[in-house]
């Protein structure tokens, strides 16, 4: 377990923190204010101050935290990177968020990064993040967004899961869901531009935007215990379409894309700029093939269990689904899974 005492600091997540510095440093390459970062938990400042140190154009960042100690440990590291750009602040996160709430003391970048689930400071953080920012928001709490404790997610994320092999890609759809309401409650709109997750640890990056989104880009994904359909739908639905038994339900939830193409194009430009883990750029390359594809994933042990048999390798099944008219792609959620426009049973009959 990473150390708790004095201050909570995880090694295992560097890579996470990689793909922060390479989304960060892509986005600023395009914003025209003033190029500040706010780390409202930011316990050492393993994040923060890699921003100072690493994104050569931006102009502050303030580091905060509840904890004097880990802010001590964090000075102590600024001074030993000759890192100058980097101010302190000893504040609880929603009290530190709303002192950055006002047209000059906003942020061009938000991190919220709890220990659990970040619901209970989005509203702050959002007010926070100037217009046509970035707000990059954690999740930890694993057992609540994969469905062990629906009751709880649909109290903090306000939908609900459902417990499926593609987990994941429901939790990100959740936490993206759950910022959207936030939003739409301030007449604020998010446009996602990358979902990224490891181990227990997920993280979406959004633009906010000052206005209303006309587009419904929020709904449901049916999934079929029986047959293994899935889909997603704008409204509610418990009848499976394939084979008629009755469905689960996840959400409301976000179903649209995850990733915006030219963000992404930019962050794998920009990869090569930076010192960071050299697995960034598969995963970057897989969520460059998987956008416009349908929100959930297949994989091969799935494939393989429903048709009793070892299934092909995952470039095969790719290339006969590309065979029969069908878009296909590995996905960036899952080393053995791909995403399809092809139904399961479309699926199971090539195979």
């Known amino acids: 377990m990473p150390p708790k005492e004095p201050a909570f600091f995880n090694p295992r997540a560097r890579v996470s923190r990689d793909f922060s510095i390479i989304a960060y440093s892509a986005f600023l390459k395009n914003f025209k204010g003033p190029k500040i970062f706010l780390d409202s938990l930011a316990g050492i400042g393993a994040r923060s101050i890699r921003v100072a140190n690493e994104i050569k154009s931006i102009e502050k960042v303030i ?209 090569k700029n930076l010192t960071v883990d050299k697995s960034c750029t598969l995963f970057l390359e897989k969520c460059k093939e998987e956008m416009g594809m349908p929100p959930a994933y297949f994989t091969l042990d799935e494939i393989g269990h429903r048709k009793q048999s070892a299934p092909p390798s995952l470039a095969k099944i790719i290339e006969k689904l590309k065979e029969t008219g069908h878009r296909a792609t590995r996905t960036s959620m899952n080393p053995t899974g791909f995403k399809t426009d092809a139904t399961i049973t479309e699926i199971l009959s090539l195979v």
Request: aromatic share 8%; hydrophobic share 35%; proline share 3%.
């Open 63 to 271: 580091v905060n935290d509840v904890n004097q100690q880990a802010l001590e440990i964090g000075k102590s590291i600024a001074t030993l990177n000759q890192v100058t750009n980097c101010e302190f602040s000893e504040n609880e996160a929603c009290r530190f968020l709303s002192l950055h709430s006002t047209r000059d003391g906003r942020g061009a970048i938000i991190d919220v990064d709890p220990f659990g689930s970040p619901s209970r400071y989005l509203d702050c953080a959002i007010r926070a993040t100037f217009h046509g920012g970035l707000l990059s928001v954690t999740a930890t709490d694993m057992t609540v967004l994969h469905g062990i404790f629906p009751e709880a997610c649909q109290r903090k994320y306000y939908g609900t899961p459902v417990r499926t092999i593609y987990g994941n890609e429901i939790a990100l759809r959740l936490i993206l869901g759950c910022i959207n309401m936030v939003a739409g409650r301030m007449d604020i709109m998010i446009h996602p531009l990358f979902v990224q997750h490891s181990m227990h640890y997920y993280k979406a990056y959004a633009k906010i935007l000052v206005r209303t989104n006309t587009k419904d880009c929020m709904g449901y994904i049916l999934h079929c215990d029986n047959c293994g359909n899935r889909k997603a739908v704008h409204e509610v639905e418990h009848t499976c379409n394939i084979c008629n038994s009755k469905a689960k339900l996840a959400g409301p939830l976000w179903i649209e894309s995850l990733h915006d193409k030219d963000f992404v194009d930019s962050m794998i430009s920009e990869e």
